[in-house]
């Protein structure tokens, strides 16, 4: 029992630790295709990969704690308000499609959409105005995509972290 949760928490730590690097990694990758708020989202792999292998408490954990450490290290007041909102939203809708019979890559495409859906609600109160509104068919597509590409990839992450964890025999 106690090594179990002495692994739960290392396992915690690394995810935590691994959602604040990719959010680096991010920054360093020219990655522009002229719109402005496009991202590939690698962080949220880990995100993904917590949802399905650990507790929802733990995974909204990693998801909070990365997106406020990235906020205050890599942005702004304002960025840290929109990849609150987008995380946010992105997050609830993954835990309550979680639920259905829904792939792996179809909760990670509608977490890129929904992110994108919080931004844009986040700014459209921001700058008081709700002309983002043509912006969003853009950021839609990319969400899609992206949460396409993240699903993708989560998916592999998950299957390898369940084996490890079926080896040492844990649920």
Request: with cysteine; glycine share 10%; charged share 10%.
């Amino acid at each position: 029992m106690r090594n179990e949760k002495v692994n739960n928490i290392a396992l915690f730590g690394m995810m935590t630790a691994l959602a604040f690097v990719l959010s680096f990694l991010e920054t360093l990758i020219p990655f522009n295709f002229g719109v402005p708020g496009i991202k590939l989202g690698l962080a949220n792999l880990v995100v993904v990969a917590a949802l399905y292998t650990m507790k929802p408490t733990q995974a909204f954990a990693i998801a909070l704690i990365r997106i406020i450490l990235a906020g205050l290290t890599f942005g702004n007041f304002y960025s840290l308000v929109y990849s609150l909102a987008g995380g946010l939203l992105s997050f609830a809708v993954m835990l309550i499609m979680k639920k259905t019979k829904l792939s792996v890559m179809g909760v990670s495409m509608l977490g890129g959409v929904c992110h994108n859906i919080g931004q844009i609600i986040a700014a459209a109160v921001i700058l008081g105005t709700a002309r983002l509104v043509y912006y969003l068919p853009v950021l839609l597509i990319s969400g899609l995509v992206t949460g396409f590409l993240i699903g993708l990839v989560s998916g592999i992450l998950i299957s390898r972290l369940k084996k490890i964890k079926s080896i040492k025999g844990e649920k």
